[in-house]
């Protein structure tokens, strides 16, 4: 047996190592920086670097790396050895506090959105204290942003720092009104919980479309799904749970708070949660986490697939983004308390909330916005594009009171009844939980489920802690002139619910209705991608992001450039990946079993008194559809021949989402059909069926 505790962030240079390592002085000063953002003196991080590079060594790491974020929405590292050369043809191992808080990446081949020219290269790494650092695969991992020579953010993280300091500092000025002078730095935590897929590699090597896009692009759908609902939370399989137990090892290794692990609602589909961590930290985890899942998958002889949609017709894959904002006292903030009527304090942070979720629904959307989350948003499986926000009926209660300005009574706890009396009593929640809701408030926190399996949570986080710091910003400046403090927040808190409630909706966001209400309360559905991204560069987003120092204008734009060309390339490869399995594979299957039938019916008509119905029918059949299949690639063909250079972004993406996207669409009904009509042994690929059900 592990001695878990032991093993937990053995491979991770934290505040224990630091302090059980590091001179008094240093440690104290390395402290200072991280918790009040101070400079880091050279003479400091000599000695850092020094004791960092020792710790390491010890462990086998033998190279460094800045380990960083850029926007491909994956990690990057480049590695460099310890060795310094010394004469007579020996070394030693250095590393100085210079390569440790600086780096210079080739920035060159990186989306930068225009921010750079092809032959500008030099970019800038720099050490993020704030997140410790880590050994994995023998190097010393230190976690870094990223930036361009000129300054601009080329990274998710960056940013993200940005956005928590402004969220601190608009949070603090709320605290000092309420006349908390012991809190000195509020933070944002998160914990989000990863879906993905596990499925056979001599499957996923099989599958061209897998291999190149993250989803299949062909699939008839298999006699059982998950209509019979006995995945959800079963027994794990045999392999699966060797994989996860080797997961959660190497997480807890890396300090990953890696907590829950279950099977998911499709078959083949899993979650694990870790607990929260500050929201850079989580950020840096979950990249981490998914970084791992696919190496260890691997080792298994699995794959593990995060795309939001790998399979057609059985549920995708999300990321619950779960968020809180705490003080460095311990409080949290978005703690009700046993009385959350009398708590002026959290109200008030809880209509900031609303509010911000209201105000900015469209530039919330944009952070979720991808190719692959437009598969799933919508579906009876994830929330739909249109943002609202469940409260439950408890604090619903309570703010209508408040609004209507008469008095609300707490509601008593009861026990709750099962019916069977060996069963312990337990209080019953005076709330339920709300699965359908984009944003929801489930205790002390709110989830937000909208984010796709395959993003990196520092973009939704980034746009979060921006919108609810303009709101603290702006209730702050109003609270901070009032003579009549008691009043004139109470007015501010009904007034606020009042003006925002149309966001908050606590039934069925499945339900066709709840699309019709929604745009009766004037709430924006972005339904795709393209819908969508426009939003993040409107005059309201740019006044928001600019104001409090998290994007400047350019670095907006060109983020915009990013996924806008990010939509249009994950589209043209699909199809390029659909032609190609079309063209090489799947129509020589159906001229095949084509030939075969024409054979066994030429001869058994010449051999006489036999019924061939059935193979004239189904040959007549497959030839249609070989007909109707070949018509439709033609025109998808001919279709990205059509591809205009030159275009605006928007028309360029409207071109992918309008016309091929739904050329694509044509095509698949027809394979998918014709999976059905041609035997086994001809079908090039494996089939949905052997795919989800072959880990046992």
């Known amino acids: 047996m592990k001695d878990i505790p032991s093993l937990f962030g053995s491979m991770v240079f934290n505040e224990t190592v630091m302090r059980a390592r590091l001179p008094k002085d240093v440690y104290k000063a390395l402290k200072k920086t991280m918790s009040k953002g101070t400079h880091l003196e050279l003479d400091i991080a000599n000695v850092v670097a020094n004791t960092m590079k020792d710790w390491a060594v010890e462990r086998g790491a033998t190279h460094f790396t800045h380990w ?3 926007m491909t929405g994956t990690t990057a590292e480049k590695h460099d050895s310890f060795i310094s050369p010394i004469g007579d043809g020996k070394v030693i191992m250095e590393f100085s506090g210079k390569e440790l ?3 210079e990446p ?15 290269a030099r ?13 994995k695969d023998g190097t010393l991992c230190i976690p870094t942003a990223f930036c361009s020579y000129s300054g601009e953010a080329l990274d998710k993280k960056t940013p993200l720092l940005r956005s928590m300091e402004t969220i601190d500092k608009q949070a603090i000025r709320i605290l000092r009104l309420f006349g908390d002078t012991s809190a000195q730095r509020v933070l944002t935590t998160v914990g989000p919980e990863q879906e993905y897929f596990l499925i056979d590699k001599e499957m996923y090597l099989k599958r061209p479309d897998l291999i190149y896009t993250g989803r299949t692009l062909f699939g008839a759908r298999p006699p059982k799904g998950q209509e019979l609902e006995d995945h959800y939370f079963g027994a794990i399989k045999p392999r699966v749970s060797a994989f996860m137990k080797e997961l959660d090892e190497e997480l807890w290794k890396l300090g990953v708070n890696a907590k829950t692990k279950h099977n998911e609602v499709a078959p083949a589909q899993h979650e694990l949660a870790p607990i929260f961590s500050t929201t850079n ?14 190496s260890l998958a691997n080792k298994h002889g699995l794959v593990c697939l995060l795309h939001e949609k790998p399979f057609a017709g059985v549920n995708g894959s999300g990321k619950h983004n779960n968020w809180s904002i705490s003080t460095d006292t311990g409080i949290n903030l978005l703690e009700p308390g046993d009385t959350p009527h009398d708590n002026a304090q959290f109200l008030l942070f809880l209509v900031a909330v609303i509010k911000a979720i209201d105000d900015y629904q469209d530039i919330l959307r944009v952070s979720v916005a991808s190719a692959g989350n437009d598969h799933r948003l919508g579906a009876n499986e994830a929330p739909p594009a249109i943002v609202s926000m469940f409260l439950g009926e408890e604090l619903t209660e309570i703010l209508e009171a408040i609004e209507s300005g008469k008095g609300y009574k707490n509601k008593e706890k009861h026990e709750m009844e099962i019916g069977v009396s ?16 984009p944003f929801a408030f489930t205790g002390n926190k709110f989830e937000f489920r909208m984010l796709g399996s395959a993003f990196s949570i520092g973009g939704p986080n980034i746009v979060l802690n921006t919108i609810i710091a303009e709101i603290l910003r702006q209730f702050a400046d109003t609270l901070e002139k009032s003579k009549d403090f008691k009043s004139d927040l109470s007015a501010l808190v009904k007034k606020t619910f009042s003006d925002h409630k149309r966001i908050i909706f606590n039934g069925n966001n499945y339900a066709e209705e709840w699309v019709v209400e929604a745009q009766r309360r004037g709430l924006s559905n972005l339904k795709t991608t393209v819908d969508a991204l426009p939003e993040f560069v409107s005059k309201k987003s740019v006044e928001l992001f ?21 939509y249009c390339k994950t589209i ?11 063209k090489g594979q799947i129509i020589p299957a159906c001229v095949d079993y084509q030939n075969d039938l024409a054979k066994l019916l030429k001869h058994k008509k010449e051999l006489g008194g036999y019924d061939v119905t059935m193979e004239e029918n189904l040959l007549v059949n497959i030839a249609k559809l070989s007909s109707s299949m070949l018509k439709k690639l033609t025109a998808l063909e001919n279709t990205l021949l059509d591809n205009k250079e030159g275009q605006d972004t928007v028309t360029h993406a409207r071109f992918y989402r309008e016309k091929v996207f739904a050329e694509m669409q044509e095509l698949r009904l027809v394979v998918d059909e014709l999976e059905t009509l041609v035997a086994k042994k001809h079908w090039p690929f494996p089939t949905y069926g052997q795919i989800l059900y072959s880990v046992i």
């Open 101 to 103: 808080v600086r780096g």
């Open 281 to 294: 930290i989580a950020t840096d985890h979950n990249q981490l986490t998914m970084e791992l899942m696919k």
């Open 68 to 70: 960083f974020q850029p």
């Open 422 to 437: 060996v069963l312990p009593h337990f209080p019953k929640d005076t709330t339920d939980r709300n699965r359908t809701s």
């Open 572 to 582: 043209h490869i699909e199809a390029l990946a659909m032609v190609d399995m079309v």
């Open 546 to 566: 600019t104001k409090h120092h998290v994007f400047s204008e350019v670095e907006l734009h060109s983020r915009y450039e990013i996924l806008m060309e990010g």
């Open 123 to 135: 970019g800038y790494t720099v050490w993020d204290i704030t997140s410790y650092a880590f050994i």
């Open 106 to 120: 080739d920035a060159s081949s990186f989306p930068s959105g225009g921010l750079r020219a092809t032959f500008e």
